[in-house]
């Protein structure tokens, strides 16, 4: 198989770690004080639930890129603030206001922090990528932060800027095969065949891929609706930067192919949109029987257009948009937990991070010495549509 293009993979770290416990105990707190400020229906209940997916987690530990989350002194507190008193005008907070935090300072706030990230990715670029594709699905701002960095480094006429935008979990993927054809245009159009060994500067056609997801900005401290409590106790922010090549270029891996498939009637079982005061997930519970009956069938045939099957597959890369999804997966491909262990691995130590989860997977494999180069990665995502989205890579050049 030809290689598409080639890519490495670096998770830029960010923010603040919170073990699980103590996050869960956060929003506790937070629910209790809301609780205070105002009736709240079936409070005691949902305390208790948070009680119970703490004891069930598979999740050890998230990052947040804010400190909110670290402590319980209220009066410091950067989203969930309590609200700023006109001149003249004193006495106890206004009820029910602090907790929900306006979308416009939830967009400031990813603003900042996606600048900062994008800024010390791009740091030490001696020069600018062909392109550079920002993914998000967590916030927004124009001029993007890749825009605004490219400003920065005198980028302006030399690269050019994509932003992906609300796909969600799966992004990674269709983002890396955009600059992955990106990079391949841009070797043809200069005369180099792609994947070449690397001995003209035309060879180094290149794009960067910048994913920042912040899925702490959209917590709702005073929920006691299940669905949003089992949300808020698995997503968390993560960022990552992909460097893509038309030649190997001492890469991570090489991408084979890419797919994306919709699976029928099933648009309304997973949206995700803006809301008054945050975005909203809606999930439903046959998510994982819809995985379960539907990806095998879509993978089985994208393997098939290589002569491969699932068992030729030695590393899957599954992104963990919570243990039912990676077993619902795992189940309909027959594969054992091993083959999918660094997909557990994230999930316990980050986190569904949307977007950038699978990247940081992939991270765990490239370093993981037991993963031969040469291996056979697939990996797969899931979001809104229902899309079900893969790729096929090989571990090494």
């Known amino acids: 198989m030809t290689p598409r293009a080639y890519l ?43 009680d119970l997916l703490a004891r069930k987690s598979a999740v050890e530990t998230r990052v947040t890129a804010l400190d909110d989350y670290t402590h319980q002194d209220w009066d410091r507190m950067r989203l969930h603030a309590p609200p700023a008193l006109g001149d003249g005008q004193s ?33 030490d670029d001696a020069g600018p990528p062909d392109a550079i594709v920002q993914v998000s699905c967590t916030g927004y701002d124009s001029p993007s932060a890749v825009q605004r960095v490219a400003v920065e480094h005198g980028w302006g006429e030399r690269t050019r800027i994509l932003s992906v935008g609300h796909m969600g979990c799966y992004a990674a993927l269709p983002a890396l095969a955009t600059a992955a054809d ?94 008054s005061v945050a975005f909203q997930m809606t999930l439903s519970r046959r998510v994982p029987d819809h995985i379960r009956e539907n990806v095998a069938g879509v993978l089985e045939r994208f393997l098939a257009r290589h002569g491969l099957a699932v068992a030729d597959v030695d590393v ?18 027959g594969v054992d937990d091993d083959r999918a262990r660094h997909s557990h691995a994230v999930l316990r130590d980050r986190g569904n991070m949307s977007s ?26 899931f979001g809104p549509g229902l899309t079900v989205a893969a790729n096929l890579m090989r571990k090494g050049e």
């Open 316 to 333: 899957w890369a599954i992104h963990p948009g919570g243990p039912r999804v990676i077993e619902s997966t795992t189940e309909a491909l």
């Open 356 to 381: 950038t989860t699978l990247p940081h997977i992939w991270d765990r494999i490239a370093r993981d010495e037991s993963v031969p180069d040469g291996a056979l990665v697939a990996s797969v995502a």
């Open 91 to 123: 006495g106890p907070e206004p009820p029910g206001v602090w907790h929900q935090a306006p979308l416009e300072r939830r967009m400031d706030l990813f603003a900042e922090t996606a600048e900062a990230v994008a800024r010390d990715a791009f740091a």
């Open 8 to 50: 490495s993979v670096r998770p830029l770290p960010f923010g603040h770690t919170v073990a699980q416990e103590e996050g869960i105990g956060w929003m506790k707190a937070a629910l209790r004080r809301a609780a205070q400020s105002g009736a709240l229906p079936d409070v005691d209940r949902a305390i208790r639930f948070y």
């Open 182 to 275: 990106v990079v391949r245009a841009e070797s043809a159009r200069l005369g180099v065949t792609a994947g070449t060994p690397d001995d003209a500067p035309e060879a180094d056609a290149r794009a960067a891929v910048l994913l920042v997801e912040l899925c702490t900005l959209h917590h709702h401290p005073a929920t006691t609706d299940p669905e949003q409590i089992v949300q808020q106790c698995l997503f968390a922010d993560g960022a990552a930067r992909l460097d893509v090549t038309a030649g190997p270029d001492g890469s991570q891996f090489a991408l084979l192919d890419h797919i994306e498939a919709l699976v029928p009637d099933t648009l309304d079982e997973m949206t995700w949109r803006p809301a």
